[in-house]
């Protein structure tokens, strides 16, 4: 049996990949691509007679691979179908970083999944509170009800956005620039960023565009997305090397903390640097891009 460590609520997640659970091929190796989370998928990519065979797979998976830092989560299936109890059992049960709350529409359905993984925690003697919950938004009832998603439980780590659903219930189909997505991108966006969690965009299911791919990573990060959802191990390089601080920014937030740190001796609260006014808002933000750079492997300063 593999222990994981207790999952961390606030932690790094550009990708977010998904697998088969009902893969074994697929699964026991997945944290090999370099992920910061994979999701392991009960739901959409499980026909409906293998739902025990994915969720027996995930459960031995779980017990005895070893993965490392990778986040581990379950995407259960949906509360209108008869599996989801038995998903969050098994989830809690293997030792799952987290569960994805599939097709989520109100704090309710957040405080119902909560219930049954407090339930299950105890039933299998985990520690309380260990289990995370994430919410997936898949129509204009979720997206409306997005801000009473985001502060259901002290155990949301954040919500993600499902473009297909979404779309097919708004009677719309992919466009390059996200014309018909943007709004629900952005309402989902503030919502998160008010309950203080984190925020993922939808896959990229268009495998063989490139260019329209990696034009969606520089949206999402242009955006304040946290990271992506993903579907292909090969998607992940170019959306850490996209959601990664460069160089010219981390210049630009070492010379802002730095100046900080002298002027405030001197008792100066607001000021220029190369010409730009500078206040306490700059220096947060410039010691938010010096952590990110930290947590991404591209910081070699001594801040």
């Known amino acids: 049996m593999i222990p994981r460590p207790r999952p961390q609520r606030f932690r790094l997640r550009r990708t977010m990949l998904f697998m088969n659970a009902q893969k074994p091929g697929l699964i026991k190796d997945a944290y090999i691509y370099g992920a910061d989370s994979i999701i392991l998928d009960l739901e959409d990519a499980v026909a409906e007679n293998q739902k025990d065979a994915a969720r027996f797979s995930l459960y031995h998976a779980l017990k005895s691979v070893d993965y490392g ?44 999944v909560e219930e049954h993984v407090r339930a299950a925690e105890e039933e299998f003697g985990a520690e309380a509170g260990r289990t995370l919950l994430m919410a997936a938004l898949e129509s204009p009832k979720g997206i409306l009800n997005a801000a009473e998603i985001c502060a259901a439980s002290e155990r949301m780590l954040g919500v993600a956005i499902s473009g297909g659903d ?81 160089p010219k920014e981390i210049a630009t937030a ?18 220029t640097v190369n010409g730009k006014m500078v206040d306490i808002p700059f220096i947060e933000d410039a010691q938010r891009v010096i952590a990110l750079a930290k947590v991404c492997g591209v910081y070699h300063g001594d801040l």
């Open 69 to 112: 830092d990778t986040e581990v989560i379950v995407r259960m299936n949906g509360l209108e179908t008869p599996h989801w109890r038995e998903d969050i059992r098994v989830s809690v049960a293997a030792g799952a970083d987290g569960v994805r709350i599939a097709k989520c529409e109100s704090a309710a359905d957040v405080r119902l």
């Open 254 to 271: 070492e010379l802002y903390v730095r100046s900080y740190e002298e002027q405030s001796k001197r008792g100066v609260g607001v000021y």
């Open 166 to 246: 979404f779309r097919k219930s708004m009677h719309v189909r992919p466009v390059p620039g996200g014309v018909e997505i943007n709004t629900a991108r952005s309402l989902m966006l503030l919502a998160a960023r008010a309950a203080g969690i984190q925020c993922f965009d939808t896959v990229f299911t268009a495998l063989d565009d490139e260019e329209g791919f990696r034009a969606e990573v520089r949206l999402d990060h242009e955006m304040g997305f946290d990271g992506k959802s993903l579907i292909n191990p090969r998607q992940i390089a170019y959306v850490h090397e996209t959601f990664a601080p460069t």
